[in-house]
C-alpha cells in the first residue's frame, strides 16, 4: 500500500502567489529578517503578485518589500541599475521595473523565451530570462521532460542554477 507514491508527497502545496501574501503580512507586522530572505529566495516568481500592489502599500512596507527584494534584483543582473541611497528609490526602482516588465511576466511569455532558449541559446535571451527570474522555472521544467537534446537540457539546467541561486 502507497509504495507507488513518491517519498516526498507535499499534501498541501502552496502557491507563490499565496505565499508571497503570507511573507507581506509577515513583513507588514515588522522586519522580519526570514520573511526578507525567503522573499529573495523565491524571487521573480513573487513579481507578478507584489509589484502590482508595491505602490499601494504603505510607505514603510514598501520600503521593507523593496529592499528585501534587492538579492533578486542582483540575481537578475541588474546591479549596475540599482539606485544607491535611500529606500524609498529603491521601491521606486521595481515600480519602474515592473511597468517595463509586466508583459514578461505572462506564462506564454515566458514559455517562448524558454523555448527559443532552449533551442537557440544565446546570450540575449539567457539576459531575458534572467529577468524574470525563478518565474521562468514552470516553462524551464516543462521544456526538460520534451528535450531530448544533451546541448539543449544542459543549457535548461545552467538556466536553472542561475535564477535559483543566491
Not at 4 to 12: G, H, Q, R, S, V
Not at 82 to 90: N, Q
Not at 110 to 126: I, K, M, N, P, S
Request: hydrophobic share 45%; net charge negative.
Amino acid at each position: 500500500t502507497f509504495l507507488d507514491l513518491p517519498y516526498f508527497l507535499n499534501e498541501a502545496p502552496v502557491g507563490a502567489d499565496e505565499l508571497s501574501l503570507r511573507l507581506l503580512k509577515r513583513l507588514a507586522t515588522g522586519t522580519d529578517a526570514q520573511a526578507q530572505a525567503e522573499l529573495g529566495r523565491i524571487g521573480g516568481a513573487t513579481l507578478p503578485s507584489i509589484l502590482p500592489r508595491l505602490d499601494q502599500f504603505p510607505s514603510d512596507l514598501r520600503e521593507r518589500v523593496a529592499v528585501a527584494l534587492l538579492p533578486v534584483a542582483k540575481r537578475m543582473g541588474l546591479e549596475a541599475s540599482l539606485p544607491v541611497g535611500e529606500r524609498h528609490d529603491v521601491a521606486a526602482f521595481w515600480s519602474h521595473f515592473w511597468d517595463e516588465h509586466t508583459l514578461d511576466f505572462t506564462t506564454a511569455s515566458a514559455e517562448r523565451a524558454v523555448t527559443r532558449y532552449a533551442q537557440h541559446g544565446g546570450d540575449d535571451r539567457l539576459r531575458a530570462l534572467r529577468l524574470i527570474d525563478t518565474f521562468a522555472l514552470p516553462a524551464v521544467f516543462a521544456e526538460l521532460k520534451k528535450s531530448d537534446q544533451h546541448e539543449q537540457q544542459m543549457r535548461l539546467i545552467q538556466l536553472a542554477s542561475l535564477v535559483t541561486s543566491l
